[in-house]
């Protein structure tokens, strides 16, 4: 689209320019590049000034925006005897030069061609500036001021200075305990970028809709309100002015009324992408006040929107948002890879994907996509839980730690967080910090179900049998189950020999997971609950460790440990000291080969 509005301004076609320019700054008007732009195809010297004036608000640096309003007269140029001062240094190393006759110079001709040669400079240096330019500005580090309501959070932008390979993992430092509760983006190196408001259309001449803006971001809704309908009163064909007064009226608490004047909005422009985003929003809004199930027929609205506008980041967000709160987490997936199918690369969509990609068991991808957006803003907290999460899926411990770290730190009071960095760190074999990272999620919420596997992996590992199989039974009535629950809790009954239970809770494990390596964990705790046996099930013992030796892509520890039982098993070594059965934490691999038959598993 950008491409066609400069062929356009080019082309002298600045109506067409106009209006291909102002949909750009409503999807994104922390752009500097589409001001500039704007600025020279709009009528007036003022309504140039304004829109750069914009740009040089989103980027203080830019040189073309700077030029432009030194032309227009509406800033004076740099003091020139500050940029042609010579460093002392040069000054001195400068050649003496042996003087000739003396020339006559004509120093109007001279003025006159020097103006006109900067003149041409100027030109070419604005054409060079556009032409050879980076596909995304370099952002001015401001943000307009925070609305007093999470719902009026503006969407990111939807380049990303700086891409960064996928396959380069960032491991970043942890944020230490002292730091608790500092912002992130004061802990991080990042590059800020402004983030814009939606649906804003260049209104120079109507003093009223700047000051209803900046009212809107300030939260002082009323006021904002009042102004629109000023500008509504000198000119009621314009959408924008109805859609800023209705997002006033939305986020007033008035989702009803709100809708009208959405509506109206829709019938000035019905290619007004914003309205719709802002009726779909207020509609949502009267459904949760109604305590209505939101169904996926109601984000119709949001589909118009991207219909419209494909570049707007809102209503990918909202429909996946309302589509994760449903757990149809393929319908999630599908509207975010719809959106980077349309060129929007915000970092959240990332993480958001990688949420729904991680619900439905797809972690590689998860991971992928959750160190993409990671990595494009790490200002972002929900990036250092999805990567945690991805890892611990693929048995990445060491990886999940740093960003589980500083996720906790910044969210302290989040038991999520906890809750897998416990995860985390008893993989590692760090089982003290377990036990207290799981205790702290619990404190937080005495019913999540991950705190409770988390704490009794721990207590298995220092010796607390009934306490471990004490809170996994707690586990189980908070939570779904998974392969970590059956196989913590089939652990904890082998210490208490309760080894019945304990070969019901390892068939259970075996049956859940298609991992082949944690199948094979599942076998061994079988195979050790045949040896202790009295009398010791001693060929039950060898066909599951035979089963370990016959499968592909196990790690060596485990590996060794089957061979080592073996020879023990059919006489070939002496008998060792009873040692305890496998533990997640003896599994370090990323992940397993795949085998092309299912490995047999039958019950004792």
């Not at 757990?327 to 690369?345: C, D, F, H, K, P």
């Not at 992928?368 to 839980?385: E, H, K, R, V």
């Amino acid at each position: 689209m950008l491409t066609e509005a400069i062929g356009a301004a080019r082309t002298g076609d600045h109506p067409r320019a106009r209006d291909l320019l102002s949909r750009l700054l409503r999807s994104d008007s922390a752009n500097a590049e589409y001001w500039i732009w704007m600025s020279a195809v709009v009528d007036t010297p003022r309504e140039r000034v304004y829109c750069l004036e914009s740009a040089i608000n989103i980027d203080p640096t830019n040189r073309a925006a700077i030029r432009g309003l030194v032309i227009l007269g509406a800033r004076e140029a740099a003091n020139p005897e500050r940029t042609m001062k010579v460093p002392r240094r040069q000054a001195i190393a400068a050649p003496r030069v042996s003087r000739g006759p003396k020339l006559k110079i004509h120093w109007r001709t001279v003025g006159t061609g020097v103006a006109a040669l900067l003149g041409l400079l100027a030109v070419v240096g604005f054409a060079l500036t556009y032409r050879f330019r980076p596909s995304a500005p370099i952002l001015a580090p401001t943000l307009p001021p925070l609305t007093a309501t999470s719902t009026a959070t503006p969407p990111e932008p939807t380049a990303t200075l700086t891409p960064i390979p996928v396959q380069t993992r960032i491991y970043r430092t942890p944020i230490p305990s002292e730091l608790a509760g500092t912002p992130i983006a004061f802990l991080v190196e990042a590059t800020s970028t402004a983030t814009p408001m939606v649906g804003i259309t260049p209104r120079p001449s109507y003093e009223a809709y700047q000051s209803g803006i900046a009212a809107l971001q300030a939260g002082r809704y009323q006021e904002a309100i009042d102004f629109m309908d000023q500008v509504i009163a000198l000119d009621s064909k314009l959408p924008d002015p109805y859609y800023f007064k209705a997002e006033a009226m939305r986020l007033d608490g008035q989702p009803g009324q709100a809708t009208t004047v959405y509506d109206s909005a829709i019938l000035l422009d019905p290619d007004y992408a914003p309205a719709y985003l802002g009726r779909g929003r207020a509609r949502l809004d009267l459904l949760r006040r109604q305590n209505v199930a939101i169904k996926a027929g109601d984000l119709s609205d949001f589909d118009s929107a991207i219909e419209k506008d494909p570049l707007l980041i809102d209503p990918y967000i909202e429909e996946a948002t309302v589509f994760s709160s449903l757990r149809l987490w393929r319908t999630m997936e599908e509207i975010l890879q719809l959106a980077l199918a349309n060129g929007v690369r915000a970092p959240r969509i990332y993480i958001m994907l990688s949420q729904a990609q991680y619900e439905r068991l797809e972690y590689e991808d998860a991971l992928q996509n959750a160190i993409i957006g990671s990595a494009s803003d790490p200002t972002n907290l929900s990036g250092y839980l999805a990567i945690g999460k991805a890892s611990i899926a693929l048995d990445d411990y060491s990886d999940a730690l740093w960003p589980l770290k500083t996720y906790s730190v910044l969210r302290p009071d989040d038991a999520e967080g906890w809750g897998y960095l416990a995860l985390a760190e008893y993989g590692t074999g760090d089982v003290n910090s377990a036990f207290a990272s799981a205790s702290r999620a619990l404190e937080i919420n005495e019913k999540y179900a991950i705190g409770f596997v988390a704490r009794g992996q721990a207590e298995i590992e220092l010796g607390r049998y009934q306490d471990a199989l004490n809170d996994i039974l707690k586990a189980r009535q908070y939570g779904s189950e998974s392969f970590r629950m059956d196989f913590a809790q089939a652990r904890a009954y082998f210490f208490l020999n309760r080894y019945v239970d304990a070969l019901k809770l390892a068939n259970q494990a075996i049956a859940f997971t298609p991992d082949n390596t944690k199948k094979a964990q599942g076998y061994a705790l079988r195979a050790r609950v045949y040896e202790a046996t009295n009398p010791p099930l001693v060929d039950e013992a060898k066909r599951n460790w035979n089963w370990i030796l016959d499968t592909e892509g196990i790690p060596d520890d485990l590996r060794a440990m089957a061979e080592s039982h073996l020879a023990v098993l059919n006489g070939e070594a002496p008998a060792s000291s009873p040692t305890s059965p496998p533990s997640a934490t003896s599994v370090t691999s990323a992940s397993a080969t795949a085998v092309t038959s299912a490995t047999p598993s039958p019950t004792p």
